[in-house]
């Protein structure tokens, strides 16, 4: 489908009106839709240029009261108009023809060739459309580059700045006048040798730089930038080296104070962690203590179980101490040091009790990690005092595996069994009211069987 064209204004500067009437019919004959008017005095001329809008001008070269260079001079000079401009005459020589053009005209025809005239003014309407849009990409490019808040730079090949925004000559300290004898490699080189060499390297095989430099303005400031680099064709046909530069101190001041409290705020975890195990060691002391005026064997070993349970929490806070992140533990270590806390406790050394961990990969937060360690204190203790009363050697098995949504804990031993109907009915015992507590703190799934001793399963949330 043929494209429709715009109707146009345009704007007929002829005194004698059968000649008018010909440039319309031929206009019309192209097929342009248009509204015109016709002038012929200077007057009439500068009263519809400063009134109206107009497309093309089409203009006879010699009248009595006025004529095409005036007319030019007018539009061109006087009132800064891009407006396209085709002299017609029937008398014009080459000459005069190409002094028009030095002075503005965009074309020029013979009255007898006003076939011409159709084709003439769709290039000079399409020229002037390309000279728009151009001239508004410059003023979109010109006003970026002007009021961009980072610094921008066109130089050589070599580095020499041929132009440089406001902010660029503001952050470097250049003025207007100097521009042209800084070079920006070698203020580059003025902090770090070899960086201007770094950015020309990477130009070369890349095309392109991006990275963080600190370089010295012409002052001697040092100054920390971004810096992003790229090649560009100019309009001679030699190439130019664009550089847009940011001053990130603010920012690397920023890091630097955050860096600083967070090893501050590290350090007060640690400490409190610390503090925390400490607290915990005194309250297990105070109970063995106290245990110590005890004679009852029943009531020792509630003492101890409580101990167990205090070194359990404590053992976390310790290792949270001793490590470079404060969110996870490792499980397996975990695990392995409440073993060796229990045995020191509770277990009776005339047994041979043997423990099997398999835990290992397994990382957990302090929320899991705590309470899953309570579940596997309670469930060592009560099957070594429990599960081998006429035994005098055992096995006991600890696994945990992360799967993508849960952990999988697995307690078992090979004792004499255990009644499943204990953990569902919340029996009084002290160690089944924990752990049944626990599963629920966890929201965990619990699953417990007797053949050939005790089983246990969890499936524990990840999150």
């Not at 006003?143 to 070599?158: A, R």
């Not at 060691?281 to 064997?297: C, K, R």
């Not at 179980?305 to 470079?324: D, F, N, P, Q, W």
Request: hydrophobic residues 35%.
């Amino acid at each position: 489908m043929k494209e429709k064209k715009r109707k146009l204004n345009i704007l007929i500067v002829e005194d004698n009106p059968d000649d008018a009437e010909l440039v319309i019919l031929e206009l019309r004959r192209r097929g342009f839709e248009f509204d015109h008017k016709i002038v012929e005095t200077e007057a009439e001329f500068l009263t519809v240029l400063s009134g109206e809008r107009w497309d093309i001008i089409i203009c006879d070269y010699s009248m009595p009261s006025f004529d095409a260079l005036r007319a030019l001079e007018i539009l061109r000079t006087e009132m800064e108009l891009d407006i396209p401009f085709i002299l017609v005459s029937g008398t014009v020589g080459e000459e005069a023809a190409v002094e028009a053009m030095r002075n503005g005209a965009d074309d020029y025809l013979m009255k007898d060739n006003l076939k011409r005239l159709g084709v003439a003014a769709e290039r000079e309407l399409k020229s002037h459309e390309h000279r728009k849009e151009k001239k508004w990409a410059e003023q979109k490019y010109r006003l970026l580059f002007e009021n961009s808040p980072d610094g921008v730079l066109l130089c050589n090949e070599d580095g020499w700045i041929r132009e440089a925004n406001n902010s660029a000559g503001s952050l470097l300290g250049i003025s207007e006048q100097r521009i042209s004898e800084i070079n920006f490699y070698e203020l580059l080189e003025t902090v770090k040798s070899g960086s201007g060499n770094e950015v020309k390297k990477s130009l070369k095989e890349h095309g392109f730089f991006r990275g963080e430099l600190n370089i010295k303005n012409v002052e001697g400031n040092e100054l920390p930038i971004a810096l992003s680099a790229g090649l560009l064709q100019g309009n001679n046909g030699r190439r130019l080296t664009s550089f847009i530069f940011t001053d990130i101190s603010d920012r690397i001041e920023t890091q630097e104070k955050l860096k600083s409290s967070l090893q501050e705020k590290q350090v007060l975890l640690s400490e409190v962690h610390h503090r925390v195990k400490n607290n915990m060691a005194i309250i297990s002391g105070l109970l063995y203590m106290q245990s110590q005026y005890v004679d009852d064997p029943k009531a020792q070993r509630y003492f101890r179980e409580g101990m167990s349970r205090i070194k359990s929490m404590a053992t976390v806070h310790e290792m949270l101490y001793r490590s470079e992140t404060f969110d996870r533990i490792d499980f397996g270590m975990y695990i392995r040091h409440l073993v060796d806390l229990i045995s020191e406790s509770i277990f009776d050394h005339l047994k041979d009790i043997q423990i099997e961990i398999d835990c290992s990969g397994i990382t957990m937060n302090l929320n899991k990690a705590i309470p899953c360690g309570l579940i596997v204190n309670e469930l060592i203790t009560n099957s070594y005092l429990h599960a081998y009363d006429e035994a005098d050697n055992g096995k006991i098995e600890i696994k945990m595996r992360e799967e993508p949504e849960h952990y999988i804990l697995d307690v078992k031993d090979d004792g004499q069994g255990f009644d499943p109907g204990q953990l569902k009915d919340k029996s009084e015992s002290m160690g089944m009211m924990i752990i049944n507590s626990l599963v629920n703190q966890l929201k965990a799934d619990i699953d417990v069987s007797s053949n050939n001793g005790t089983r246990i399963r969890m499936e524990i949330p990840a999150e």
